[in-house]
């Protein structure tokens, strides 16, 4: 099984509903979510470290699809699941590879209602809402998945902190600090989930 997640999950993916997904053209961050897009470009205005990253990216065709939970189709020796995302998790990332190892697509599951109810019992600013979505994307889109495309095989994982290792020194979290100091999104300096608004409701 193919699996790398935000430390508990285990997902594989065998197919993604793409219909309907944003054109190509619109570069190889790809969703249909409208939150979800519009966290993308939010990131992609503040941040030169992510455009640089989108551009090098889109230089190798290779893509990443950012999904809510309900696009994600998996199907295992019993034939499909409803999906084998625990909708308890905030997000996970999955290289999808082939036999060989290589790596064209990493799907990155982010579960939005999971999150925005969590602002809705909070009575949240939306700005709160959406800070939170953005520093998802960039623990998970710009500290685990870039790093797969990039090397374009499972050789580019990027790693969540060990355990009774330090966070800073983790791969993702390094990664996932460059784009929140562009973005004034805060350090991360743990490997929990404290560092979101919406922490205060999870019991991580
Ligand atoms: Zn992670």
Known sequence: MLALAIGLVAVMPVGVRTEGSARSEAGPFITRHPELQAALD???????SWRAAL??????????????PDEV???DAG??????????????????SDDTGRVRAVLVVVNVDQIQAAHERLSSLPGEFHADLERVLAHEVYGHAVPYLLAGDLSGRCADPAPGTPAAHACAIQRENVIRAELRLG?????TLSSLSLARLLRH
């Open 42 to 48: 939010r990131i992609a205005r503040g941040s030169a």
């Open 55 to 68: 551009a090098a990216v889109a230089g190798t065709g290779r893509t990443a699809l950012v999904v809510t």
């Open 73 to 75: 189709v998996v199907t």
């Open 79 to 96: 034939g499909t699941a409803p999906s084998a995302f625990d909708r308890s998790e905030v997000a996970a990332v999955s290289p999808m």
């Open 187 to 191: 350090r991360r300096i743990d490997g």
